[in-house]
DNA sequence: CAGTGGTCTAGACCACACC
DNA sequence: GTGTGGTCTAGACCACTGT
């Protein structure tokens, strides 16, 4: 356990978060298998020389990050590392690309309009302002996975074709410095029409996953609508989920 | 804002959650209206009688929360109040609930069985040992809505079928003394047989959306494992995501 | 430059679980 | 009891953002 821990006070890392990346790494690589009972923070704090609240907050983020378990009068427990948070909310293609199915993006259209009245609701700016209106098809291993419609408020920024063919749609935002703060989604399924059927490669009336999701940035204004369709043959959504 | 805020030091209530509590309702009833600059911690922290520690910590409770954000050398903006946290993780008996539709649920069978290869391998015990298989037929306003199919290591706890036609299956783990720690699931979509159609009141051939499920307890053991199908006309799986 | 949140320390007391 | 994590304090220094 005591084993050589090297914490660089020079860094601009935190003492924290040094500390508990050391213990992550201890967990990933077996040497504390789960159940393990890890000695109490004081005694910890003292091993790796640094203070109690400094090693409280690095086992508060072990906590968060689903790999330890607290319990006072009792310990801190070590839990499957194989449990982990994930996903959580991430877009298909960086789904796809970290998985190393390389997929590709083709722009169906990319235009400026007229909000209508829908539209405008959902982005909370007036009917009839400007809104960029984004069609993709997202495919992968040169079959189509997904049909993706999205709706921005074009007094925000603007985004090239070019770009939405080589990244996705959220790092696309991120790297124009919109900081993403939240979103909720909502994931239902229905039937396929014959349109729908054709461009996704399936027949008419196959089974599709559909999403809505609308994303929020930091002052809670509407960054982004988009409502999507997926080939459930070829699609699935993934996510874990902690504190039950 | 520095209107009377009372804090309870004899209370078992931390302090820093009475403090993070006050700033929240101030939040909620628009005293604080989305945008608003908070002042700055010490000033906060004097302001309401407390250490510089413990308002950080309340804060930080609010940032988890998705209420505030904090960006150092700028300060604490007040987010969108309709922008919340919420679901994650619930039962389809617990949403409904929620909005006021009565769930009712039906029990078609709960049995102990030996474990076959895959329900083995997805609860990680061995193959051949009891495992408790349960299913039932959750509906609301009378309209069957998803068809639950369940695994139960055997080993660790007994339910009733009582029980499982009053409330949902994780509020009685819950109620059993388990501890769960965290899950992993999976969403989809197909087409209905002949025989699902029949049993959730659609047509054969209409979408259903389906969810595997495991979750974990404390240790990382799995305690539940759940494969489910819902009728897309009548359910969608609803969340909000934090920290893109 | 001034002001903000982020980090870190040293110490104290408390609530809870287990023996 | 004894040992554990949970809370709270008072103070210090640093990194970043804006002017």
Sequence with gaps: MAHSITLDRGSPVPLYFQVAQHVEQSIEAGALPRGTRLPN?????KQLGVSRPTMRKAMEYLVGKGLVVRQRGVGTRVVSPKVRRSLELSSLFDDLDAIGQRPTTRVLSNTIED???DVAELLGVPKGSPVIA?????????????RLHNYLSASRLSVST?????QGLYQLLRRSGVQLHSATQVIGARTATAAEARMLGESKGAALLTMQRTAYDDHGTVVEYGNHIYSALRYSFHMSLLSI
Tied chains: 1, 2.
């Design 41 to 45: 923070e004081i005694e910890l704090a």
């Design 115 to 117: 909000a209508s009245a």
């Design 134 to 146: 984004i069609s993709r098809l997202r495919s992968a291993l040169d079959q189509p996975i997904a």
């Design 162 to 166: 070019d770009a939405l063919e080589t």
